[in-house]
């Protein structure tokens, strides 16, 4: 049980780490192809400031860096699983579309639909994106070497 | 995550429904004794009445200390919709609290148990928000004080039925004192600190 519960949890964690660097017009494409269960915002989407604390180095003491715009929302399904969607930014129907990912992945019906028709072309895109950026700046690499060394 | 199946939803339309009942409450405060309707439609836990619900979600936040008298207190619902939708801490002693929440009328506790507020900062009193029975039939209260026109009747089933005698206390404690929002379904009539009651008849 421990063990489903942490897997679960993975699971939802390594979805948020997709939706939260795609755009929302992305997802809304995606979700728009599924045949998506009765839902209900539990949290309407709103908008809210967060303090964003660091430290410097891993023992240095916590500061306060600055605030930032964060959204949040909250979806229930008609099945009862709560999913919740928290983003950076303005865009309160992102942080709904996240939330009713995140619920969808809690359930057994809907969760191989959402992993392959959501998050799989998501995050090919994102791969896809990151391949491009590293080919555009492998193109300019310049290597350097020694010809002589100053000894003589 | 089972725990939020059973949660209900705060306000549809959050920035409108709250703005509404801000409304009805702030000219409930100023025409004591009158009775306003809440408009605004939201989701709500058992034992909360929607009235209740309403001015929950539009006036507490994290700066608003709340009481839960035992009748709201033993509803594990309440207090998890209360920490979901509006963040407010529920505190154990009624004497620092800015808004009590009694569910049992009846068994309200001796109001000096409740902030009075300071003589510099009265505004730091405590608002009890107390479900009624009814504020439409039962007996009939007069009642008098600033934003009343001469006198007001209410007609209300209000317990404790002493309630007016043990509100007299905010005469002798002014400007410091304790006001009141009575609830009934999605009735709410306000009895400020200021309002006092002329007689009494049935």
């Known amino acids: 049980m421990a063990a489903d519960e942490k897997g679960k949890q993975t699971q939802r964690q390594a979805a948020m780490a997709v939706l939260a660097h795609v755009d929302a017009a992305d997802i809304a494409g995606h979700l728009d192809l599924m045949a998506l269960p009765a839902h209900e915002n539990l949290r309407e989407p709103e908008n809210g400031l967060v303090m964003v604390r660091g430290r410097i180095g891993g023992d240095g003491a916590p500061f306060n ?6 959204s949040r929302a909250a979806v229930r399904l008609s099945t009862g699983e709560v999913g919740f969607g928290y983003t950076l930014g303005r865009d309160r129907q992102k942080a709904q579309m ?5 619920a969808l992945i809690q359930t057994p019906d809907h969760a191989g639909a959402v ?27 310049v290597d350097f070497y020694t010809l002589v060394r100053g000894e003589g | ?32 004794g009158s009775v306003h309707c809440i408009a605004a439609a939201s989701g709500m836990p058992s034992g909360m009445m929607r009235g209740t619900a309403a001015i929950a979600l539009t006036l507490f936040d994290h700066d608003t200390p709340l009481w839960l008298d035992p ?14 939708h509006t963040s407010a801490p529920v505190v154990a002693d009624p004497s620092i609290c800015s808004f ?15 902030s009075f507020g300071t003589n510099e900062y009265p505004d730091r009193s405590t ?4 479900q009624v029975e009814s504020l439409r039939e039962g007996l009939a209260f007069e009642l008098c004080g600033p934003g009343i026109e001469g006198t007001t009747v209410l007609q209300a089933t209000i317990e404790p039925l002493d309630l007016f005698a043990r509100l007299a206390i905010d005469t002798a404690l002014f400007p410091r004192g304790i006001d009141v929002v009575l609830v009934a379904d999605d009735a709410i009539v306000a009895i400020p ?3 006092r009651l002329v007689a009494e008849g049935d």
């Open chain 2, 100 to 114: 009590a929440l009694i569910g049992n009328a009846a068994e309200l506790p001796a109001l000096d148990r409740f």
């Open chain 2, 127 to 130: 608002t009890l928000i107390l």
């Open chain 2, 71 to 84: 009748r709201m207190a033993e509803a594990a619902e309440v207090a998890k919709w209360l920490k979901f």
């Open chain 1, 65 to 70: 860096l600055g605030e930032a715009t964060v």
């Open chain 1, 98 to 102: 996240i939330a009713l990912c995140d």
């Open chain 2, 193 to 195: 600190r200021t309002t």
């Open chain 1, 115 to 141: 992993e392959t028709q959501v998050l799989a072309p998501l995050r090919a895109a994102i791969a896809a994106e990151r391949n491009r950026k590293a080919a555009e700046t492998a193109a300019t690499r």
């Open chain 2, 1 to 32: 995550m089972t725990t939020f199946a059973e949660l209900s939803s705060g306000f549809a339309d959050k920035v409108l429904s709250a703005q509404t009942t801000f409304r009805s409450v702030m000219d409930a405060m100023a025409r004591p």
